[in-house]
């Protein structure tokens, strides 16, 4: 029986669209965290990672 | 263009956004702009090959982050305002064919995660007074495009049908120091006839005053939830089971996928508190009355806002009940 006090953590990835206007999140989720449950928010973005800021 | 035009008449803003109208309409599969981007084949607005789920501004918005000044001038008796606000897509599966009841309960508990994200970053904007999370699933509700999704409205007003609700239940909490929602939700259970299932955060039931045949509300039975942002963890574990039971129970009715709204009602994020007069519900409202038949807004809906049911919520929760033991779920 699942542990109602646990659940797989999400995490976000902010990115632009093709149009470099409008922003896309894609959000991934995993069980491995021991975390309390909270949302757990990855906003390193795509841009970040390109270094384009 | 694009604008907030006022309605006197009725003390409602009207958003005008011209642009809607060059939207995307039914696009066949292979070119469905929510499909993930396969490698050689046509770009999608998602540009990866795959996903879990996705949520992107929509590329033909009622309501923008930079919204343009408003292409007509207005007056005291009707004012305008630039649409501002944010609204964005939600992309429950990168499966074309797949719908909400398809999804597992897992995968549903992830979409509330998504949804309170959401909810959070849309509301903690200055702008944004309300954060409203909805489905329109089917031709019959007029969607443009079939691959599983649904959308998310942050106006930068409170709408009217919360507005209502809100006066309403300052109203009911004035009179007795209770809690509206609570109150409806308590008499339900209290009566059991037309509730259809309940868990330790929710019940569902069609309501004693249901507009449509198989209107089914699902409400927070938890004090103080009025939104995602205070859901546990056994909440959202207990919303994606009841949602599951629902949307299926739906599907077995006629053994049909059944066309529906999908409407979030939180309460508004504009910094006022609202614990003790809301409670986070769902409303769904599927436009079939019987298998072959649809229910339309026609006259006294359209017109005066006066619903007629043709039917006894009594009897149609016992339909949705039977039809949740055939779904097996």
């Known amino acids: 029986m699942a542990d109602v006090n646990s659940e797989d953590t999400m995490h976000r990835r902010e990115t632009l669209m093709a149009d470099e206007r409008r922003k896309l999140y894609y959000f991934t989720f995993s069980n491995d965290s021991d975390e309390s449950g909270d949302v757990d928010s990855d906003t390193k973005t795509s841009d970040e990672e390109a270094g384009n800021e | ?329």
């Open chain 2, 1 to 329: 263009m694009s604008e907030l035009r006022w309605n006197p008449l009725v003390g409602q803003w009207v958003i005008t956004a011209t642009e809607r109208q060059e939207r995307t309409f039914l696009p066949p599969k292979d070119y469905c702009p929510l499909c993930p981007t396969k490698p050689g084949a046509f770009p999608t607005e998602i540009g990866e090959p795959d996903y879990d789920m996705v949520t992107f501004e929509n590329k033909f918005p009622s309501l923008r982050p930079n919204p343009p000044v408003p292409a007509i001038d207005g007056s005291e008796l009707e004012p305008v305002r630039p649409a501002g606000g944010v609204c964005e897509v939600v992309c429950y599966t990168p499966d074309h064919e797949a719908t909400l009841a398809d999804q597992s309960v897992t995968r549903l508990e992830h979409l509330v995660q998504v949804w309170t994200d959401r909810f959070r970053a849309l509301g903690d904007r200055p702008e944004v007074k309300y954060v409203f999370a909805f489905e329109n699933k089917g031709k019959e509700i007029g969607v443009t495009m079939f691959h599983p999704h649904g959308q998310i409205y942050a106006y930068p007003f409170i709408p009217p049908i919360i507005e209502r609700e809100l006066e309403e239940a300052r109203k009911h909490f004035d009179k007795t120091g209770r809690n509206l929602l609570l109150d409806i939700a308590q008499s339900e259970i209290a009566d059991g006839r037309r509730v259809i299932v309940q868990n330790d955060s929710f019940v569902a039931y069609i309501p004693f005053f249901a507009r449509y045949p198989y209107e089914v509300h699902i409400t927070a039975t938890r004090r103080g939830v009025t939104s995602f942002a205070e859901f546990e963890v056994a909440d959202r574990k207990n919303l994606a089971s009841i949602l599951k039971k629902i949307v299926c129970a739906y599907d077995k009715l006629w053994d049909f996928s059944l066309p529906y709204i999908m409407s979030i009602h939180q309460r508004p994020t504009d910094g006022e508190d609202y614990s003790n007069l809301y409670q986070f519900h769902i409303e769904f409202y599927p436009p079939y009355r019987t298998k072959d038949r649809l229910k339309y807004l026609a006259g006294s809906e359209a017109g005066a806002g006066a619903y007629i049911n043709d039917t006894l919520a009594e009897e149609k929760a016992e339909d949705l009940r039977q039809a949740l033991v055939r779904a097996g779920v």
